[in-house]
């Protein structure tokens, strides 16, 4: 069973574990957040959740607030196997968006850090999407997902695409600003947006942005593959600086062109199997763009092909990697199972 509060079907790690889960067996899927974001009846979601719990052999839980519950979920049913699955270091998050009360905001990190080694100690299983994240005893569980079709034929560069939630942080001021510099470019945002004041006000204004939000995960990659551009441009944080986001390696399964700011993550991912374009800073200007516009009009059709094969055969490796990972996580899911059965 796959259990939701926060994330929506639209996120992309949590439809990577639905197909997964649907390649094991049957299973459930609960999400109080619909695809498009919207919040669903609560009573009906915590009825209908409570009876899948009670039922259901292995749970799979993605959000911070339910690893926090773990002590108490726990109860429901004891011969259960629980994932806690981890997707960014909380700790160093918790840093830049501490809220409105810092003081409790480290307190809960801390509570989450002790589920996780409740968890341990019990003999369930906690994966982390990235092995900057730094849980002891943690099974790492990379970001990523099957590859679609390659468009045929290959998107040209007059269209971008950004896939997952806009912060501050994760670069929307910096997509408006390239919006601006390059009116040729159409920009495609597809996710949850979480901004305000004059940052909102200019990207509804920008005639060459449209915003899809949340969508499930299907057809944001069927809206990507008409692009010709993957976009990732992460600001200099903590948490970011050693990232190598999901959207990467679905940007990577189409063939297309990566543009990224200088985090030595992502920039790492793009250099060594040459897929795009590191920006020299964590700022859209003139310079910025004069770099994508030169970096762009270099491709012919030969590069053209030439780069949708490397992208592919990027996506291809670290698909392999994720198997591999599945394969020894479901191997000790199941024998956890066995031993409490």
Not at 101 to 130: E, M
Not at 222 to 238: M, R, V
Request: with cysteine; proline share 5%.
């Amino acid at each position: 069973m796959l259990l939701s509060t926060r994330h929506s079907q639209a996120d992309v790690r949590l439809a990577r574990w639905s197909r997964l889960l649907a390649d094991a067996g049957p299973h459930d899927r609960f999400f109080l957040r619909s695809a498009d974001g919207v919040a669903q009846r609560r009573l009906a979601f915590l009825r209908n959740s409570w009876r899948a719990l009670r039922a259901a052999d292995v749970w799979i839980l993605p959000d911070p607030e339910l690893h926090l519950l773990y002590p108490v979920i726990r109860l429901v049913r004891r011969s259960a196997v629980v994932v806690l699955d981890v997707h960014e270091d909380y700790r160093r998050t918790s840093e830049i968006r501490p809220g409105r009360s810092p003081w409790l905001t480290k307190r809960l990190v801390s509570a989450c850090d002790g589920s996780y080694r409740a968890a341990r100690r019990r003999g369930d299983r906690v994966v982390v999407a990235a092995d900057i994240i730094e849980i002891e005893g943690a099974d790492l569980f990379d970001n990523g997902n099957e590859a679609p079709d390659l468009p045929d034929p290959l998107p040209t560069f007059d269209r971008a695409i950004y896939m997952g939630d806009l912060t501050a942080e994760r670069g929307i001021n910096e997509l408006v600003a390239l919006a601006q510099e390059m009116p040729e470019l159409q920009v495609d945002l597809v996710g949850r947006i979480s901004v305000d004041g004059e940052c909102k006000d200019a990207l509804v204004a920008q005639s060459n942005i449209t915003v899809h939000g949340e969508v499930p995960f299907e057809k944001a990659i069927a809206l990507a593959g008409g692009c010709g551009i993957g976009l990732s441009l992460l600001q200099d944080l903590p948490p970011y600086r050693e990232a190598q986001a999901a959207k990467l390696f679905d940007y990577a399964s189409l063939g297309q062109f990566v543009i990224v700011t200088p985090l030595p993550g992502q920039a790492r991912l793009v250099r060594q199997h040459d897929i795009g374009l590191v920006l020299p800073s964590f700022r859209i200007d003139d310079d910025a763009s004069r770099r994508i516009r030169a970096a762009l009009s270099a491709i012919d059709a030969d590069g053209r092909a030439r780069l949708a094969e490397r992208s592919r055969a990027c996506h291809a490796s670290r698909w392999a990697v994720i198997e591999a990972q599945w394969n020894q996580i479901r191997a000790a899911i199941e024998a956890a199972i066995d031993a409490r059965s």
